[in-house]
C-alpha cells in the first residue's frame, strides 16, 4: 500500500468505526466482525513494512540506524497523532503515549518493539506495537473513559542485532545493564550514547526511564507465536504461561592433535568424534521425559581445524530452555554423566561449565486467566504455551503482573522474509488484547 493511500484511510478511519461492532455489550463475535478496525491495523502494518524493506519481501530495520528511525519518526508522527495520542520518548529511546484515566491507579501498559533482525519479517514486535495503537484508537473513536491511565510503548532495541545486547528499553524500565555496556561503541565507532542520541533518548538520565514495583497494574503484549504449535493445532490464540529460563554452558573436550595419515584408528583420541558423542547425548537426554524443554548446541569449534590433524580440542556451547529451571538443571546433569561416559571410552577430557544464566519469567495467572476468558467470550479457542523466544515482557514481569497473547505463525517461520501470520489472526490478536484491556481496567481490585 501506497503511503499516501494509507494517509486517507487514516482520514476515513473514524467515520468507517460506525458500522464496526461495538464493545462487549453488543455480544457474540461474528467473523469479519470486530469491536477495532482491522482494516486500519494492516493498512498500519503494510505502511510499516515500508521501512527498510528488502527485495525478499522482508525487511532490514536494526534498531537505532535510518529505516527505525524513519519508521519511529512515522509512527510518532502519522499513526500517535491520528489516535489522538501525543509520542513522548524515554531516556532509553523508547517511545509511549498516555490516555488518562478518571481514577488515580495504577497505569495498564501494552506494546512491543518494531526493530527487526537483519532480513526479518514483516510482523514480530511490529504487530504488538501497531495492535496498542490500534486500540488506543478504537477508544478514541468511540469516546470510551477507563478507570486507569492506559499507555502504550515501543520498545528499543529489543533484538539486539546493534551493540549486540537486546530488551534495551524494557531493561533500562527495570535497571538491568551489564558493567561498561553504556559505554560501548558499534562496528562503525559509534558511542551508544550517540546512538540513543540520535533517537530522542539520553543516556545521562537514564535512570528516569525506571518504572518501581506497583506504577503498573498490568503489563500486556501482543507477538506472533514464532513457532508453529498454534498453526499445527489450528488454534487463533495461545496464552503465553511464561518466557522459558535459559542456561548456556561451555564444554571443551580435550583429545590429541596428530596425525592423520600415520596414526591408526585405535589408537585415536579424537576429540571431535567425542564431542559428536556428546551433541548426540544433549538430544537423547533434552527429550527422553515429556515436555516442552529444548537443548541445542548451535556453536562449535574444531581446533586446529584442518583437514589432515585429528582434532585436538573442541569448543561447543549447550543451550538448555524451559519454564522449570529445576528442569533444565536435572537434564544437565543426565548431560554431564553421559559427558563422563563418553570422556572415558573416547580417551578424551570434557568439561562443561555454565556461562550464562536467564531465569523465567512467569505470566500472572490472573491475567493468564483473562485473556482466555475474553477469548471465549468472542468464540476464539486458547491454547496454553511458554514462549521460548525472548521478549520485552520477561523484564516487566520483574515489576508487574505480566501477560502475553500469542497469534499463529505460519509454518512456525519467523526472523525470516517469509515470516506470516494471516490478517484475520492479527485481527483476532488484537481484538482480545482490546477486550483483556478493558477486563482488567473494570475489575475494582487487582489479583495478588
Known amino acids: 500500500m501506497k503511503r499516501r493511500e494509507f494517509n486517507r484511510l487514516l482520514l476515513a478511519s473514524a467515520a468507517g468505526a460506525a458500522g464496526i461492532l461495538r464493545l ?62 501525543k509520542a513522548r520518548v524515554d531516556a532509553a529511546g523508547s517511545i509511549y503515549c498516555r490516555r488518562e484515566g478518571k481514577q488515580h491507579l495504577p497505569v495498564i501498559l501494552f506494546g512491543s518493539h518494531i526493530d527487526t533482525v537483519p532480513e526479518g ?26 478507570r486507569h491511565p492506559l499507555e502504550c510503548v515501543i520498545w528499543s532495541n529489543e533484538e539486539g542485532t546493534h ?84 542456561i548456556r554452558y561451555k564444554a571443551v573436550v580435550a583429545g590429541e592433535a596428530n596425525h592423520a595419515g600415520t596414526t591408526p584408528m585405535p589408537g585415536r583420541r579424537d576429540a571431535l568424534v567425542a564431542a559428536s558423542h556428546l551433541v548426540i547425548a544433549v538430544q537423547e537426554e533434552t527429550v527422553r521425559e515429556a515436555g516442552r524443554q529444548v537443548g541445542t548446541v548451535g ?46 571410552s573416547s580417551g578424551t577430557k570434557i568439561t562443561i561449565q555454565p556461562t550464562s544464566t536467564h531465569q523465567p519469567a512467569l505470566a500472572a495467572r490472573w491475567v493468564r486467566d483473562m485473556i482466555a476468558q475474553e477469548a471465549a467470550a468472542v468464540g476464539l479457542t486458547t491454547l496454553s504455551l511458554p514462549s521460548g523466544a525472548g521478549h520485552d515482557a520477561q523484564m516487566l514481569a520483574r515489576i508487574a503482573p505480566m501477560g502475553m497473547i500469542f497469534v499463529p ?4 517461520i519467523s526472523h525470516s522474509p517469509k515470516e506470516l501470520t494471516r490478517w484475520e489472526d492479527t485481527a483476532n490478536g488484537c481484538e482480545v488484547l482490546f477486550r483483556t484491556i478493558l477486563a482488567i481496567d473494570s475489575r475494582q481490585t487487582q489479583p495478588g
Open 163 to 246: 551493540y549486540g545486547r537486546g530488551l534495551f528499553g524494557s531493561r533500562a524500565v527495570v535497571g538491568e545493564f551489564e558493567p561498561g555496556e553504556l559505554d560501548e561503541r558499534d562496528e562503525h565507532g559509534v558511542h551508544i550514547r550517540d546512538a540513543v542520541s540520535g533517537i530522542g533518548g539520553d543516556l545521562s538520565h537514564i535512570q528516569e526511564a525506571r518504572r518501581k514495583p506497583g506504577d503498573i497494574a498490568a503489563y500486556l503484549e501482543l507477538h506472533i507465536e514464532q513457532g508453529g504449535v498454534l498453526d499445527r493445532a489450528g488454534v487463533p490464540i495461545g496464552v503465553v504461561e511464561g518466557i522459558v529460563g535459559i
Open 409 to 412: 505463525s505460519v509454518g512456525g
Open 299 to 344: 556453536k562449535l569449534s574444531v581446533h586446529p581445524d584442518v583437514p589432515n590433524i585429528i582434532p585436538g580440542q573442541v569448543e561447543l556451547v549447550i543451550e538448555l530452555r524451559d519454564l522449570s529451571m529445576s528442569n533444565v538443571e536435572g537434564i544437565f546433569k543426565r548431560i554431564e554423566a553421559r559427558a563422563a561416559q563418553i570422556a572415558a
Open 24 to 85: 462487549r455489550e453488543f455480544g457474540a463475535f461474528c467473523a469479519g466482525s470486530y469491536t477495532i478496525n482491522p482494516d486500519r491495523l494492516r493498512a498500519s502494518l503494510e505502511a510499516l513494512s515500508e521501512y527498510g524493506r528488502n527485495p525478499q519481501g522482508g525487511v532490514t530495520r536494526v534498531a537505532w540506524t535510518q529505516p527505525d528511525i524513519e519508521a519511529r519518526r512515522f509512527v510518532m508522527e502519522k499513526l500517535m497523532p491520528a489516535a489522538s495520542l
Open 121 to 146: 519479517g514483516i510482523f514480530d514486535g511490529a504487530l504488538g506495537s501497531l495492535s496498542a495503537i490500534e486500540v488506543m484508537h478504537t477508544l478514541a473513536d468511540r469516546k470510551v473513559e477507563t
